[in-house]
């Protein structure tokens, strides 16, 4: 896919402070730090030409046994111009984001999904719990270290073993 | 409904008003599946409404990790298992957006086809469940008529009636069999009048226009802040469908109509998902005229599975092949891909993430009905009363099998 004209926009505001990711099949790819990412993306859905408003999803990925271990990665869409981005933010273990629910408040519940499945705690997030499993589950069933038929217990005959019981 | 507790009780002028919590749900005919409810009350007045979800989760992205990518088609069929057709088809696209293929003009036809039927079935469900839930029977025993209609033409193209995995990468399973464009095209030709019915039993409905007509409004605004896609986006005012501004497949050569209202009310959702059914049918009729002979799926034996089934009896080579893909599934060069389609529900997404060998190292689904059903979270007006609550919950449409994943 060719490189949108907007990148080079992005690129002069925030300097070193983002990396280009490249082009990919279906979009672009902007790489930031944990740091930038929420004034990132308010610059992209305040800026007219950018006015990135849609946020289509947000998720986690975890490359273990890889460091830094885990990425959270935002689709962005713009309605008014048709254009998407994504952006990849790289996070240590234990990994924190900060919350752009401020931005878009869509992100709420993406936020807790990939809090609940990634454990990756997201500051600032104004009602951060688990939203799929419940309260008293123990672990982060998405993390590629998680069995997948998860652990065993009382409900659960055929999970695997805890390690040290 | 149970587990009323008293929150506080506040001393009035007149006298005592309790705040209650309220669970609604999980198991109430009137939240579409297992969705609980809590909300907090003050008498009938709903003060603040938190969903909780999570009933149905299956795990449907840790599945998939541990699954070839032809296996995971029966995986989709089980998100919004209303339209199976148009989860089968986000998912077959970002796979051959990754292997970089092309896949024949016919089946594209034939996927367009599935997938607009499939819109009708969703729509056709919602369109009866909401006056149901308000209190008019009739209209769910009307559409599901029509709807028995669809279940019998997926039966006769796919061979089952709900989870049909009929797409899959590099075209689609079968040719349409003897007979079905015809059925298809009668069918085309009774909906459209049953639609005029439906509208004349509820549309001017002095209950239901007073039940839906201003209530839940959303705005524009609100609306993308809150992500909200496909009808729900529409009916508030905002002109966006991804079949006309970012088509896929063969939706850039057939001409329709993207339907919008301005109100953004629960009456708009509602009679937008009809109008969309009239222009769904259009689709459907023009890709009958267009639909070109050939190829259903990709002539690549390591992707597709053999057309000639006699093949695997006489060529050894078509045998390898069959059961390697059959074994071992087909490897995926290594890339990413998000690619979002025009479910019945909104913007489904799939962000697929290969690894470069026969399973996705990741794969998120983008789900509507998620995304959709977080409104009741957010900024809604004039939705004061709890009756007002379940005509909101019924107008957004979730399935929750999708929400839950």
Redesign the interface.
Known sequence: MARPAFCDLIMEHFGDRVGDGGA????HNIEVGPENVVELCWFLKDTPELSF?????L?G??YYPDSPRFEV?Y?L?S?AH?H?L?LKCRLGDPPHAPTVTGV???A???ER?TFD?YGIVFDGHPNLK?????DEFEGY??RKDFP?RGYKDAYNPFGEEREGQ | MTGVTVLQESKRGDGISQEVLLNLGPQHPSTHGVLRLVLQMSGEIVKRTEPFIGYLHRGTEKLAENFTYTQIFPLTDRLDYVCPPSNNLGFAIAVEQLLDIEVPERAQYIRVVMVELARISGHLLIVGALPMDLGAMTVLLYTMREREMLMDLMEMITGARMHTSYIRVGGVREDFPEGAVERIREFCDILPKRLVDYERLVANNRVFLRRTRGVGVITPEDAIDMGLSGPNLRASGVDWDIRRDCPYEIYDRVDFNVITREAGDCYDRWICRVDEMRESVRIIEQCLDQIPDGAFQVDMPTIAYPVDKDQLACSMETHIHHFELSAYGFKVPKGEVYTAIEAPKGELGYYVISDGSEKPFRMKVRAPSFVNLQALEGNIQNMKYLADLIAMLGSLDPVIAEVDK
Do not use: A, K
């Open positions: 990919g099949i279906d979009m408003d849609f946020l289509s999803d998720c990925v975890d990665v689709h869409f309605i048709q998407r994504r878009w408040s869509t709420n519940w993406h999904e499945m688990r939203i799929y499993m419940w069933p998405m997948q």
